[in-house]
């Protein structure tokens, strides 16, 4: 990248907007502003227009087709509101780098604005407003993202170095949508976790300015890098400029917590709840914090408050009704504690990794309430429900409260079975390591649970060695073999599934490929995504499989 430019736009500012083959989507729940909005979008020469009159249906239509113009509203009544929307469109990838998203409102308080500009709609606009200001919100827009097209291609095929050489060359162009690209060029060096050229990007880029974007990723690069020193420095000069930037709370309060820092992590996070409250993660992290930290009146608040945003949103999760349940067991109150888990069975009816989760806290609840009987229920409830789902499935929480279940009722060998299997299957995962020594801590098993864990790291360290040294020797067919029996034993390992697909890549490489091997390593890649989707490894797997497949 040679310079950075700065853009003159030399286009008439009244060039008629047409959307002719574009693809939009109106979400409101007032059908007379539906009728308004689509009366207006059809004088730009719109053809194909959808409409959804709630959250819930905006994202069933998103899920089907992919939509170029969003436009939502933000009060759509009962269920998900547009910030909702929004996040789970983002989150299950709904929406390409070129869609443009615009958040349409009635409401300007700070709460709203400040919640909904955490998930970067690409614009706002407040009710009313004309025709001619939705068109010329919609043309700059549309104009700004018209030539992402082959970076959302690029993106679509994983294919990460390509969207860093695609950001430079439009950035060298002197494009009209510089910020965003440069934007895009930084996450992207860190997905592929280039840290050295992200640091060197996030460097330069400040020489243009106080920008406060690459300020935050320049912190979040010297956290990835282990600098955590140089990263709260950042992160406090950051929020001392700019105290509104909810996110440079959230990575200050992260920084803490690994320089072992909980309470000044605590502290940080009740900062940028203040600053930005209709955050459900914030307030999910605040909670966690809260509750690892004993103070169990902010852990209330934040879980109480994680729920009742969560209610609607894509990250409702049965561990806030559970942690919440232990605070007011912890608090003296269990009989509050069994409400919440009412609560939480009405909430998730038929999600079976919720029910494993629930009984086996009904069952610490019930042992607290010193009800045997009700416990050893509990204990079976959540063991049965264990059985009809993949081991790999079951959330950390879930596996940890279900082992506890097993201790309490006396049947320690299941317990020990459980926690022995979490290790191997996270045995690099400092964070679950230390909260499976909390669990034996709770029991009063410190020594036992130790010599537990050193065992089962032990176990799966050898195994994945043993893999390892085939590669590395060539014996790529013996390795193939090695690594996916290991996979079988150990489904939610990310690096035995990395390790496994990586030996099927080295494999195809060197022998050609097969359908069926480029199948499995797709599918163990897809299983390192969704146990880690910020595993350093995957990206450049993903880059070199796809590569493969273009080939094949």
Known sequence: MSAFHKHVDTSASTTPL????????????????????????????????????????????????????????????PGKDGQQVLEEARFREFMSPSSVFVMITAENTMDMFMGVMEYNPDDYLIKPFTKEALGKKLRDLVRKKENLKDIEKA???????????????????????????LKMKGEFLIKKTSYDAAEAFYEKVLTMGNLPWAMLGLGRVKFSKGHFEDAKTIFE???????????????????????????????????AVR????????????????????????????????????????????????????????????????????????????DTGAAV????????????????????????????????????????????????????????????????????????????????????KDLHMDEKGSRIINAARDEVIKLNNEG????????LDKAVGYFKKAALTLPGNKIINANAAYSLILYMKKYGSENSYMEEAGEYLGRVKQIDPSYRDLPKLQEIYSELTAVA
């Open 468 to 475: 390892v040294k085939l590669v590395r020797e060539g014996n």
């Open 18 to 77: 047409d959307l002719t083959n574009k693809r939009i989507i109106v979400i409101e729940d007032f059908l007379s502003f539906r009728m308004t909005l689509r009366n207006m979008l059809r004088t730009f020469n719109c053809t194909s227009i959808d409409e959804a009159e709630n959250g819930e249906e905006a994202i069933r239509k998103m899920a089907d087709k992919r939509y170029d113009i969003i436009l939502c509203d933000y009060n759509l009544g």
């Open 357 to 440: 989760q629930i009984s086996a806290t009904e069952c610490i609840v019930y042992h607290e309430m010193r009800k045997p009987k009700e416990a050893k229920q509990a204990a079976e409830k959540a063991a049965k429900a264990a059985l009809e789902i993949e081991e790999h499935k079951i959330p950390t929480d879930a596996k940890l409260d279900l082992a506890k279940a097993y201790f309490l009722t006396g049947e320690e060998d299941k317990g020990i079975a459980v926690v022995s299997h979490l290790v191997q299957n996270d045995h690099e995962d400092k964070e679950v390591i230390e909260r499976v020594r909390n669990v034996f």
């Open 237 to 271: 000069n950051l929020i001392a400029k700019n105290g509104k930037l909810a996110a440079a709370y959230d990575w200050l309060a992260k920084t803490h917590d690994k320089m072992g820092n909980p309470a000044e992590a605590q502290q940080t996070l009740m900062q």
């Open 155 to 181: 993106i679509e095929k994983q294919e990460y170095t390509t969207v860093i050489e695609l950001c430079d060359e439009l950035i060298d162009s002197n494009v009209k949508n510089l910020s965003e690209l």
């Open 275 to 350: 600053v930005s409250p209709k955050a459900i993660l914030r307030q999910k992290s605040l909670g966690r914090l809260a509750y690892k930290n004993k103070d169990l009146p902010t852990a209330e608040r934040a879980f109480k408050e994680t729920i009742k945003q969560g209610r609607f949103s894509i990250y409702k999760d049965p561990a806030d009704y559970t942690t919440l349940a232990k605070v007011f067991v912890d608090g003296g109150l269990p009989g509050q504690g069994l409400n919440v888990l009412k609560d939480a069975n009405q909430e998730f009816p038929n």
